[in-house]
Structure formats: C-alpha cells, structure tokens
C-alpha cells in the first residue's frame, strides 16, 4: 500500500520560514516526479513546485518562485519543500504527490496538473500569521 505523509507544517509569522517533509513509503519514486500542490480556504488546490525523479530538473509557480525551494532524497524516499519569505497568503493545506513510474515521462520530466498524479498524502496546514 502506498502511503505519503507529511510534516513539518504549523504556525508562522509573515516573513518566517517552514520545511515540509514528505515521506513515501510502499512504492519507490525515484523515477518519476514529486510534488507540492496547496489549497487554501475556500480556494481549488492549486500546483506549487515539482522535481523530476533524477533532480535535474524543477518547476514552480509564480507565486512561489524565489522564495520556496524543492527538493528529493531518492535514498530516503522523501521529498522536501523549504519555505521562506512566507505571507499569509500562503495559507493552505499543503498537499505531497506523487505520479506513478509506468506513466509516460522520462526521469528527467516534471508534471504540474493534479491529473499528473497519482498519489497524495493526506496534507499539512501552514498558517502564516500577519
């Protein structure tokens, strides 16, 4: 069964900073991408960044470009996200994915529709305070 969990989400000031970690267990992703989407309240979950299975590449949305970093540790089956600069309207439900190793891509490919994914885990708060 394949399972991701979250962590590292909680309460900060604007202008703070957060790590959220991601660990994937059941499946092994080192292939195929990973990545961070948010939903924030009374918003649709939305793309926040991706890293491709080899780490060659990345992507991320504007909202977030500069200030949040990805990142993968293939050996621990984990995926990162670190978090600075935030503002409250980075309030959201962070959520890890994951897209499955059989589907069309190379490891060097990065996804960025909710489609592209297979797995999720079940979210993180982050709030940010002003």
């Known amino acids: 069964q394949v399972q991701l969990v979250e962590s590292g989400g909680g309460l900060v000031q604007a202008g703070g900073s957060l790590r959220l970690s991601c660990a994937a267990s059941?499946?092994?992703?080192?292939?195929?991408?990973m990545g961070w989407f948010r939903q924030g309240p009374g918003k649709e979950r939305e793309f926040v960044a991706a890293?491709?299975?080899?780490?060659?590449?990345?992507k991320y949305a504007d909202y977030v470009r500069g200030r949040f970093a990805i990142s993968r540790d293939n050996a621990k089956n984990t995926v990162n996200l670190e978090m600075n600069s935030l503002n409250p309207e980075d309030t959201a439900v962070y959520y890890c994915?994951?897209?499955?190793?059989?589907?069309?891509?190379?490891?060097?490919?990065?996804?960025?529709?909710?489609?592209?994914?297979?797995?999720w885990g079940q979210g993180t708060q982050v709030t940010v305070s002003s």
């Open positions: 059941g499946r092994t992703f080192s292939s195929t991408t």
């Open positions: 994915a994951a897209r499955e190793s059989t589907r069309f891509g190379t490891v060097h490919d990065v996804w960025t529709r909710e489609r592209d994914y297979d797995y």
């Open positions: 890293v491709s299975g080899s780490s060659v590449t990345t």
